[in-house]
């Protein structure tokens, strides 16, 4: 993702596709691999476009059904933006959470066709919206809903995803993913002021009848910092991956090393 990063800041394109079969993981061969922090690379671009482009506000679906951010599964109106990749990110993480990143982890699980991580491939994209926005809406729902699914052994991945989600989704300013008008104003200061502004141009609704606001739409307004708090969420895992690795390679390294 620093990488998709630089590609919106210095090309102005946006990837659209954040999928499992879009990210390559290079591994190290050698005895030393373990020294060596495994690389990821992000590939495809057929359905990249420009920033500058996608302004045409007609609701353009592109991507793999699960890892679809919520906007693009309901085709909303207006451009596509690095949210929603990052979106994607989140949710393929926690697709590789629940079913496992190798072949073997994923053989090995329990499979529940209940599961509610099951609902992202199943129905028509609203109905997979409607159920994202849900299971999005706080950190419980998230918790209970998601990330309660992971395979013990993912343990970072686990950590990674509840940062990755609090920064996208907790925001301060535009927390949560529902469209309930009444609890977005109740916990929203930015989102209340917006609606005041809206209620006197319409000329003085009363608050009861507010238009529904999208905490997803209004993060814009907090972008940077945001986009700031979701690199710093990469980062620290990359680093806590590379502490690990290293870690298991000394312990390797000592338990070969010659008695003196």
Same mark, same amino acid.
């Given at each position: 993702?620093?990488?998709? *990063?630089?590609?919106?800041?210095?090309?102005?394109?946006?990837?659209?596709?954040?999928?499992?079969?879009?990210?390559?993981? !290079?591994? *190290?061969?050698?005895?030393?691999?373990?020294?060596?922090?495994?690389?990821?690379?992000?590939?495809?671009?057929?359905?990249?476009?420009?920033?500058?482009?996608?302004?045409?506000?007609?609701?353009?679906?592109?991507?793999?059904?699960?890892?679809?951010?919520?906007? *693009?599964?309901?085709?909303?109106?207006?451009?596509?933006?690095?949210?929603?990749?990052?979106?994607?990110?989140?949710?393929?993480?926690?697709?590789?959470?629940?079913?496992?990143?190798?072949?073997?982890?994923?053989?090995?699980?329990?499979?529940?066709?209940?599961?509610?991580?099951?609902?992202?491939?199943?129905?028509?994209?609203?109905? !997979?919206?409607?159920?994202?926005?849900?299971?999005?809406?706080?950190?419980?729902?998230?918790?209970?809903?998601?990330?309660?699914?992971?395979?013990? #052994?993912?343990?970072?991945?686990?950590?990674?995803?509840?940062?990755?989600? @609090?920064?996208?989704?907790?925001?301060?300013?535009?927390?949560?993913?529902?469209?309930?008008?009444?609890?977005?104003?109740?916990? *929203?200061?930015?989102?209340?002021?917006?609606?005041?502004? @809206?209620?006197?141009?319409?000329?003085?609704?009363?608050?009861?009848?507010?238009?529904?606001?999208?905490?997803?739409?209004?993060?814009?307004?907090?972008?940077?910092?945001?986009?700031?708090?979701?690199?710093?969420?990469?980062?620290?895992?990359?680093?806590?991956?590379?502490?690990?690795?290293?870690? #298991?390679?000394?312990?390797?390294?000592?338990?070969?090393?010659?008695?003196?």
């Amino acid at each position: 993702m620093e990488c998709h *990063n630089a590609i919106l800041e210095k090309c102005g394109l946006l990837h659209r596709d954040i999928s499992v079969n879009n990210i390559l993981v !290079i591994t *190290n061969d050698g005895d030393d691999s373990l020294r060596r922090p495994v690389k990821g690379l992000l590939i495809d671009y057929d359905h990249a476009i420009s920033v500058d482009q996608d302004s045409t506000g007609n609701g353009t679906r592109s991507g793999t059904l699960p890892y679809m951010s919520i906007h *693009n599964l309901e085709g909303a109106p207006g451009k596509r933006s690095a949210f929603d990749d990052w979106e994607s990110l989140l949710y393929l993480i926690c697709w590789l959470g629940t079913f496992g990143i190798n072949s073997k982890d994923r053989d090995n699980i329990n499979k529940d066709e209940t599961a509610e991580i099951e609902k992202w491939r199943r129905g028509t994209m609203k109905s !997979i919206a409607k159920c994202k926005r849900r299971q999005m809406n706080s950190m419980d729902t998230f918790s209970v809903s998601i990330l309660a699914g992971f395979q013990e #052994k993912y343990g970072m991945l686990k950590r990674l995803a509840t940062n990755i989600y @609090m920064a996208l989704f907790q925001h301060d300013g535009c927390e949560g993913a529902s469209l309930d008008t009444q609890s977005i104003l109740a916990s *929203n200061s930015y989102a209340l002021e917006i609606a005041d502004m @809206m209620n006197a141009l319409q000329g003085g609704q009363s608050s009861s009848k507010q238009p529904k606001l999208d905490p997803l739409a209004v993060r814009k307004e907090y972008e940077k910092a945001i986009v700031d708090n979701l690199l710093e969420a990469i980062r620290a895992a990359a680093a806590a991956s590379e502490d690990f690795f290293l870690q #298991k390679a000394t312990a390797q390294g000592s338990e070969t090393a010659p008695n003196r």
